[in-house]
């Protein structure tokens, strides 16, 4: 380490930024490197891609982590990448962008509705390694013991791994002890949607209001090279994730519209 | 049309139900079937892929469109076709979802930002041809003309189209007059971001505060493949997208991780 200048992380998260599971992931990265927090005031699940247009944004210098310089911001995920990025992390080159660890899975098609991973593709968006890290256990008690490992290990690769081009992976953890985690998997986003079911309610006024609820369902049970398999097997599952939507295989096949 | 019942047409937005937008695509899809709308009942630009996990949602029924079944909701665009799949259209079978017009492009890397192109995409994962229109003009003044002959266009083609497995188009319409556009192009979606500033100001107790600002940025000029090549040379950009983000490419280069 003699000449060699230490690795800046950052790190946010969409539970916000005093949750248990951002706690865990700040004590990893802080073996490895100096770290900076910019994370949301409060819980900001299910969020998806969403970014603050129409009002101003804030953010407070708050003490959540020993040693750690961190802020609160009162936008979302994303807001709290982008802020960070013009404000305090202005002109310093970052060397991994980390989001989470997640109370819950991102898994599949969750993550197109997760805050966890748009602050992670934010950071991917600026051409810096980022990693979503996610535990299948939705609880605010939840044992991280295992995550923490896991993100230990992958953190530390990322950190050797100088060569390659800037990469997004979606990690999940299965809801596990350490010793019952069979290792990590690189696999592909299965095909997956919530079956939603509205909980139909009545007001005091008489009035109908609906609460979201639902199952999720896998739609490639038999596949075995899936994000939904690897946790349903016992492994950490790595998906290396990208933000270009094209449908690039039907490109050819849509002449009839012109 | 003797024995063959009218298609039905369900259509959402980000803009609210009020916008003018939106009744733009109505007025066309009344055409061609059966028109059913379920929108925000206020302006959800930048919502991304939002869903209401912690409040109740309400509907309204609104007296929007002359003729159609139209319903003001309290939640996000992707909320909106969540409840209005599991409440009014329960147990019918829609053959075509719309979204839009947006009031402001859609193209490149803004599709994970859209609340249009999220009410789009909740339609695909259900396995329903569903298109998310968008102008490349921000006003609400904006003259749909052009966008409404191309909606027409589209619409009528996917209606006719009955063979090819379900798609999710993202479709920018330019800001110039009917007559200047050249036509339609399928494309990819282009490489680019925004490159944010934000605005820094003082409120009257003296603490900071933070509105997002900044230009947006093609970061492959040269490639003539691309929606955005498509929009600034006059054509209308049709994107065939999916929500399946696995970088498929990069999983073989990811084993230094296990």
């Known amino acids: 380490m003699a000449n060699r200048q230490k690795p800046l992380i950052f790190i946010s998260n969409d539970d916000g930024v005093w949750a248990p599971g951002i706690k865990i992931l700040v004590d990893v990265a802080k073996l490895y490197g100096e770290v900076i927090v910019v994370a949301p005031d409060r819980p900001q699940s299910g969020q998806g891609h969403a970014v603050t247009i129409k009002s101003p944004i804030r953010m407070n210098k708050v003490d959540a982590f020993e040693g750690v310089e961190s802020w609160e911001c ?82 530390r690769k990322m950190l050797d791994n100088k060569n390659g081009e800037p990469v997004l992976l979606n990690v999940n953890i299965p809801n596990l002890r350490k010793e019952d985690i069979k290792g990590i998997k690189i696999c592909r986003q299965a095909r997956g949607k919530w079956v939603e079911e509205f909980s ?30 690897a946790l349903e097997n016992g492994y950490v599952s790595v998906v290396p994730s990208c933000f270009d939507l094209t449908r690039h295989n039907i490109i050819n096949k849509l002449d009839f519209l012109i």
């Not at 139909?200 to 596949?223: C, H, M, Q």
């Open 74 to 155: 009162t936008g979302t995920p994303a807001d709290s990448v982008k802020l960070a990025k013009d404000t305090i992390l202005k002109g310093r080159k970052v060397d991994l962008i980390l989001s989470g660890i997640n109370h819950g899975s991102n898994a599949s098609i969750n993550i197109i509705y997760s805050g966890t991973m748009s602050a992670a593709m934010e950071g991917a968006l600026e051409g810096i390694n980022s990693i979503g890290f996610s535990l299948d256990d939705f609880s605010l008690k939840a044992d991280f013991s295992a995550a923490a490992y896991y993100a230990d290990i992958i953190i």
């Open 200 to 229: 139909e309610s009545i007001d005091p006024r008489g009035v109908p209001y609906y609460w979201l609820t639902g199952k999720f369902e896998n739609l490639e049970k038999d596949a075995t090279d899936t994000d939904l398999w």
